[in-house]
């Protein structure tokens, strides 16, 4: 099995969930704009503790421009929670129900396990190494943990190559199939036809 079609079904596959964290983006940028269009409602619902504060109003803006921040940190996790989701539930349906993800069908390809459980874990090993542990990263440093963020960055890395270098292997077999033991083999129906004998030829006896 050629190891670029193992490449090409993963960039195929990653496209999904890059398209799929653009439209994640999207929708909490929309969200994070109606909660700033609603700054005057904040800002009203804040008006007893400008009251209660004894007309400290640093204070008093302090505490709205901090809830502004939590929310909007709040919505970014949400947005990175949702996408971890939504890649492990790809990548466990198409296997449970197919046995290959789209990338793998259009390069003719398909993963063999032993059970659904196999899948499962299959599928969340892959998506770990692709979205979950990046997520992590983004997460810690948006919470202002920069000298987390950055290990936790570096293990994504070594997490993403730990998963894609042994497919070129002999074996094929990435971190993910020798977790879950699965094998990635080429589908029936996209697999090259083994070479026919010649036709051998009868001559007449005289």
């Known amino acids: 099995m050629p190891k670029s079609r193992r490449a090409v079904a993963w960039f195929i596959d990653f496209a ?3 398209t799929a964290a653009v439209l994640l983006a999207m ?35 302090q505490g709205l421009g901090l809830s502004l921040w939590n ?7 949400q947005a990175f929670l949702a996408l971890a989701a939504v890649t492990f539930l790809y990548q466990w349906a198409c296997l449970a129900l197919l ?4 990338g793998k069908a259009l390069t003719g390809l398909k993963v063999q396990a032993a059970g659904k459980g ?29 000298l987390l963020s950055v290990v936790v960055w570096a293990a994504a890395v070594a997490l993403f190559f730990l998963n894609a270098v042994p ?13 879950a033991g699965t ?24």
């Open 27 to 61: 929708l909490t940028f929309n969200r994070v704009s109606t909660l700033v269009a609603d700054v005057p409602e904040l800002a009203t619902s804040s008006g007893w503790e400008l009251v209660t504060s004894r007309g400290d109003v640093i204070d008093a803006s």
């Open 183 to 206: 094998t990635v083999t080429s589908a029936l129906g996209f697999s090259r036809p083994a070479a026919m004998p010649p036709a051998r030829t009868s001559w007449p006896s005289s």
């Open 71 to 77: 929310k909007t940190v709040l919505y970014v996790e």
């Open 16 to 18: 999904l969930v890059v």
């Open 99 to 102: 046995g290959r993800t789209l």
């Open 167 to 179: 497919v070129l292997s002999p074996t094929g077999r990435s971190l993910a199939d020798r977790i």
């Open 118 to 146: 196999r899948v499962a874990l299959r599928a969340a090993v892959t998506t770990a190494a692709d979205v979950v542990v990046y997520a992590l990263a983004c997460v810690l440093l948006i919470e202002g943990q920069f």
